[in-house]
C-alpha cells in the first residue's frame, strides 16, 4: 500500500517564489510534522472516547475526570449577590455578581496584576495576596462593611479532586505554575485562613474549574448548552454526566442523590494522551514536554494551549537557525535562545499581519526578539505561524467530539472561552472545520456549534454558589457520603 501521507494544506496569502529551494524543503518537512488529517483527527478522538471512560472507572486513567459535585443545572432563576475570583496565569480578576432571576446578571469586577515572582513562589504569598485583594475589593465596594459574610465562588483552574464541591485537593500545577506545599494540599482551607488573617468578610462557598463554571454560566443563558470548554494558557473541558454512569463515584454517593442525577464533570482532559499512544508528537513537543516543570504531564495540553504556541514557534527558529543555519545569519540569538520569550501573541500577530510585505513581521521580530528578518524568512515564518495555529485548533475539537460521542450528543452548542479562542487569528474556523472532519457532517448548518460562552469565572462561579447555598439550606448533601 502507498502512504500518501499528510495531505498538505494550501498556503493562505502570498508566494514563495523568493524563498531558496533549500528552506522550502526545510518548511515541508515541518508541514508534513504538523499537519492532522482527518483520519488522525478521527483516531485521535477514538482513544478519547475510551479515555474519557477510563477516567471515570474505578481504576481511573490518564484524564482525571473529576465530578464537580455540581448536581443541578441552572434555570435562570437562581437570585443574590455573590463574589467570585478567578487566578489566572497573569491576573487575579475579582467580580461581585449580582443574579438577576430572569436569566440576567450584573458583574462589578477589579483585576490584579499577579506580581512575577508569585508562579514559582510560596503557597502564602499566594494566599495572602489572594485575600489582601479581595480585601481592597470588599472595602471599595462594601464600605459600609457587610452583616453577613459574602459568599465566594473560588474559580481555580487546577486538576482539583473535590470530595465535596467546597473542597479542591490539587493534583498538580499545570501552565508553568510550580508554587511548593500546595500539590496534594486542600485549596480551600488555605484561603479561608488568609481570608481570615486580612480579617474580610467572606465565605468560600465553592472550588469551580473554569471549565465548570463556563458550562454552567452558559446553560444559564443557553439551555442546549452541553459542555464548557476552556482554550486559553491551558486546555480543558466540562459536560454534566448521569450519576450512575461513573463507576468511580459507586458507594461514594450520600443517599439523597438519586442514581439518575446529573453531576457535572471537570474532565480535566489536558492530560489526553499521557501514555503517547495516538497524539501525533513532535520532536518540539518532546523538548517543551522535557523541559517543563512537570514532564510527562498535560500532553495534549501542551501541543494546543496558548501556554506553548509561541514556544513551539521558537523551537522551531532555533532548529532552522541554529542547527540547519538557514535563517538570521550573523546575528545575535540571545533573545532568541530565551525559553517562553514568545508569548501567544507572538504568532498571532504573526498571522494578522495585513501587509503583502509583512512588516509587522519584522517589527515584532526586532522587538521582542532584536533580529532583523528578510521577506523570504517572514514568508516561512509566517506558514510556520499558520501550521501552529491550525493544529492546534484542529487537536482541539477532538475533546468536543469525544465528549458528544460519549454522551451522544448531535445537536447543542459547545461554549468555549480563553485566549486562543478569543484571540488567535482563524482559531475559530480552523476548529469548526476540524470538527467537520471529525464528525463527517453534510447538514448546511453544523449541528453542533462552538458558541463563545458567557463569563464561567465571574457568571458561572456565583449561579454554582448559589445552587449550592440553596442545596445546602434544602439540607441536600454537596459531596461525598464521608466527606
Ligand atoms: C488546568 C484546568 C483548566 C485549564 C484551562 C489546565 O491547565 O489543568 O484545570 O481548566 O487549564 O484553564
Redesign the pocket.
Known amino acids: 500500500m502507498v502512504h500518501l501521507g499528510p495531505k498538505r494544506p494550501q498556503h493562505r496569502k502570498g508566494t514563495f517564489t523568493d524563498v531558496p529551494e533549500e528552506w522550502m524543503e526545510e518548511l515541508h518537512k515541518v508541514e508534513d510534522l504538523l499537519t492532522v488529517s482527518a483520519d488522525k483527527l478521527k483516531g485521535i478522538t477514538k482513544h478519547f472516547v475510551s479515555e474519557l471512560e477510563k477516567g471515570l472507572s474505578v481504576a481511573g486513567g490518564n484524564i482525571p475526570m473529576i465530578p464537580a459535585w455540581v448536581m443541578e443545572t441552572p434555570t435562570g432563576k437562581e437570585t443574590g449577590d455573590y463574589l467570585a475570583i478567578d487566578l489566572g496565569g497573569t491576573n487575579l480578576r475579582v467580580v461581585l455578581v449580582k443574579l438577576g432571576g430572569d436569566c440576567t446578571f450584573d458583574t462589578t469586577q477589579s483585576k490584579f496584576a499577579l506580581p512575577g515572582y508569585m508562579r514559582t513562589g510560596t503557597s502564602d504569598q499566594l494566599f495572602d495576596f489572594i485575600a489582601e485583594c479581595l480585601k481592597k475589593f470588599v472595602d471599595e465596594f462594601f464600605p459600609e462593611g457587610c452583616s453577613e459574610p459574602l459568599p465566594l465562588g473560588f474559580t481555580f483552574?487546577?486538576?482539583a479532586s473535590q470530595s465535596k464541591i467546597n473542597s479542591g485537593v490539587l493534583q498538580r500545577w499545570?501552565?508553568g505554575f510550580d508554587i511548593d506545599n500546595v500539590e496534594g494540599h486542600d485549596v480551600v482551607p488555605m484561603l479561608q485562613a488568609s481570608i481570615e488573617k486580612f480579617k474580610v468578610p467572606i465565605n468560600v462557598v465553592a472550588l469551580i474549574?473554569?471549565?465548570t463554571g463556563t458550562l454552567v454560566a452558559s446553560m444559564y443563558t443557553e439551555p442546549e448548552a452541553k459542555m464548557g470548554l476552556?482554550f486559553?494558557?491551558?486546555?480543558?473541558g466540562a459536560y454534566y454526566d448521569v450519576v450512575k454512569d461513573i463507576p468511580k463515584l459507586q458507594g461514594k454517593m450520600p443517599s439523597d442523590i438519586p442514581a439518575d442525577s446529573l453531576m457535572a464533570i471537570?474532565c480535566?482532559y489536558?492530560a489526553f494522551d499521557n501514555e503517547h499512544l495516538v497524539l501525533p508528537r513532535t520532536k518540539y513537543d518532546l523538548q517543551i514536554d522535557e523541559e517543563s516543570p512537570r514532564p510527562g504531564q498535560?500532553a495534549f495540553?501542551k501541543m494546543i494551549?496558548g501556554y506553548y504556541l509561541g514556544e513551539v514557534l521558537r523551537l522551531i527558529l532555533l532548529d532552522l537557525t541554529e542547527d540547519k543555519g538557514l535563517f538570521f545569519k550573523d546575528q545575535d540569538l540571545t533573545k532568541l535562545k530565551q525559553p517562553f520569550i514568545m508569548d501567544t501573541s507572538f504568532p498571532a500577530r504573526i498571522e494578522e499581519d495585513p501587509f503583502e510585505n509583512l512588516s509587522e513581521v519584522q517589527e515584532l521580530f526586532e522587538s521582542v526578539l532584536g533580529l532583523q528578518i528578510t521577506l523570504p524568512e517572514r514568508k516561512v515564518v509566517r506558514r510556520l505561524a499558520e501550521l501552529i495555529g491550525e493544529r492546534s485548533a484542529r487537536l482541539s475539537v477532538c475533546g468536543i467530539a469525544a465528549i458528544c460521542q460519549k454522551r451522544g450528543y448531535t445537536t447543542g452548542f459547545a461554549a468555549a472561552d480563553?485566549s486562543v479562542y478569543n484571540k488567535y487569528p482563524s482559531f475559530k474556523e480552523r476548529a469548526a472545520k476540524g470538527l467537520r472532519d471529525i464528525l463527517d457532517w453534510t447538514e448546511k448548518d453544523d449541528p453542533i456549534k462552538i458558541i463563545p460562552a458567557e463569563d464561567g469565572s465571574g457568571v458561572g462561579a456565583a449561579i454554582i454558589a448559589a445552587l449550592t447555598e440553596k442545596r445546602i439550606s434544602k439540607g441536600l448533601s454537596v459531596g461525598m457520603s464521608d466527606a
Open positions: 483552574s487546577y486538576p499545570t501552565k474549574n473554569d471549565t476552556i486559553g494558557t491551558g486546555c480543558n471537570n480535566e489536558g498535560q495540553e494551549s480563553g
